[in-house]
């Protein structure tokens, strides 16, 4: 019997100055210099394989004989080499495979990542970016979890997501059997949302999917704020929550540029039945 295989990819950029994480840089209206920008997607980025790391260390050890690899995929080729140094520095105890993904746009990109990994006789592939350090291993298994019980009550595969802020999604699983096609997804012409854009591909080919709770990435200052106030949460939750891991790299790039989140004082003392949510 075919032993099954199953892929957590990491779908990033190498961290460099001036093209990673621009809308947080002060020319464009955000509050990081250029190499800020970098230094915190790097910092982001190893916290979310971090995470990644402890998901298929429970995924493996839950009495099942399928395998669990854990691929960085990139590109373009001329960097890929940066990016390896980068894991291999960082997270030495961990090993990572790696897929170059080409293409003219994200969706062609993102497609080829899929079919690489399903050529390479991939069951199932796992998918997440690398600006959400807030995730969390449990997400991860139960991804995994979903796609292979959704599969089993299907012929037609299986397709599991989070959305994130903005219509968008931050984690995309699907089976080799769900033969997906992301042309349109990231990049539609008439303006359909991303989560709406994979629904509708579920509901045309009824296939089985599963979606999760939001998971916000960080793209715009606003998500920023929000991530900076989560990591900050996770870091003295953890004491109580064994199973949550810290993203320490993040909290550790957060005190030392000192940013911190701020809201407008609430000066209303308006009764309650005048308080609009």
């Not at 910092?43 to 394989?49: G, I």
């Not at 105890?93 to 990994?117: K, P, S, W």
């Not at 050529?119 to 796992?126: N, P, T």
Request: charged content about 25%; proline content about 5%.
């Amino acid at each position: 019997m075919k032993t099954r295989k199953h892929a957590l990819t990491l779908f990033t950029k190498y961290p460099q100055p001036g093209v990673t994480k621009t809308r947080l840089m002060e020319e464009n209206g955000g509050t990081l210099t250029p190499e800020e920008a970098a230094e915190l997607y790097k910092a982001m980025v190893l916290d979310t394989a971090t995470v990644g790391c402890h998901a298929l260390e429970t995924c493996r050890n839950n009495g099942s004989d399928a395998a669990f690899d854990f691929f960085i995929s990139s590109s373009p080729e001329s960097i890929m080499n940066q990016v390896r140094a980068m894991f291999d520095e960082e997270v030495p105890e961990q090993t990572f495979q790696y897929v170059i993904d080409r293409g003219a746009n994200f969706d062609e990109h993102f497609n080829d990542c899929y079919r690489q990994l399903f050529e390479k006789d991939y069951d199932s592939v796992v998918c997440i970016g690398g600006d959400m350090p807030a995730i969390t291993p449990d997400l991860l298994v139960r991804a995994f979890d979903w796609l292979e019980t959704l599969e089993k009550e299907s012929d037609r595969g299986a397709m599991v997501l989070a959305p994130c802020q903005a219509g968008g999604v931050s984690l995309v699983g699907v089976t080799r059997t769900a033969n997906m096609d992301f042309s349109g997804v990231f990049y539609n012409p008439e303006g359909v949302s991303a989560l709406d854009a994979l629904i509708a591909i579920a509901r045309g080919k009824e296939l089985p999917t599963a979606l999760f709770e939001a998971l916000s990435d960080v793209d715009l200052m606003e998500d920023l704020a929000h991530m900076i106030t989560v990591v900050n949460a996770m870091a003295y939750t953890a004491r109580f929550q064994p199973d949550v891991v810290v993203p320490q790299r993040t909290v550790d790039f957060i005190e030392k540029v000192g940013l911190y989140t701020s809201t407008p004082p609430n000066t209303s003392f308006d009764p309650r039945t005048k308080i609009d949510g």
